[in-house]
C-alpha cells in the first residue's frame, strides 16, 4: 500500500520559512517523479514544483520561482519543500504526489499518488 505524508507545515509571518517533507512508502521511491502542488479555500490544485527520479532537475510554478526549492532523498525515500519569503498569497494545503511521468508535467491527472496534505498558513 502506497502511502504519502506531509508534516511541517504551520502558521509564519509573512517573509518568514518553511520546510515541508513527504515521507513515501510502498512505492520504488527513485523510480517516481514527486510533486507538490497546493489549494487554497475556494480554488482549483495548483502546481508547485517537481523533481526528477534522480533529483538532478526541478520545475517551478513561476509564482514560487526563486523562492521555494524542491529536493529529495532516495536512501530516505523523502521529498522537501523549501518555502523561504512566504507570502500571504501562499496559503493553502500543499500535498506531495508521485507519478511515473515526466519532470515537468504540471497536471494533477499525472500523478498516481497523493499526500492528505499540511496546511500552509501565512498571515501579512
Known amino acids: 500500500q502506497v502511502q504519502l505524508v506531509e508534516s511541517g507545515g504551520g502558521l509564519v509571518q509573512a517573509g518568514g520559512s518553511l520546510r515541508l517533507s513527504c515521507a513515501a512508502s510502498?512505492?520504488?521511491?527513485?523510480?517516481?517523479?514527486m510533486g507538490w502542488f497546493r489549494q487554497a479555500p475556494g480554488k482549483e490544485r495548483e502546481f508547485v514544483a517537481t523533481i526528477s527520479w534522480s533529483g538532478s532537475s526541478a520545475y517551478y510554478a513561476d509564482s514560487v520561482k526563486g523562492r521555494f526549492t524542491i529536493s529529495r532523498d532516495n536512501a530516505e525515500n523523502t521529498v522537501y519543500l523549501q518555502m523561504n519569503n512566504l507570502k500571504p498569497e501562499d496559503t493553502a494545503n500543499y500535498y506531495c504526489?508521485?507519478?511515473?511521468?515526466?519532470?515537468?508535467?504540471?497536471?494533477?491527472?499525472?500523478?498516481?499518488?497523493w499526500g492528505q496534505g499540511t496546511q500552509v498558513t501565512v498571515s501579512s
Open positions: 510502498g512505492l520504488t521511491f527513485s523510480s517516481y517523479v
Open positions: 504526489s508521485a507519478g511515473r511521468t515526466t519532470f515537468r508535467s504540471m497536471l494533477s491527472k499525472d500523478y498516481d499518488y
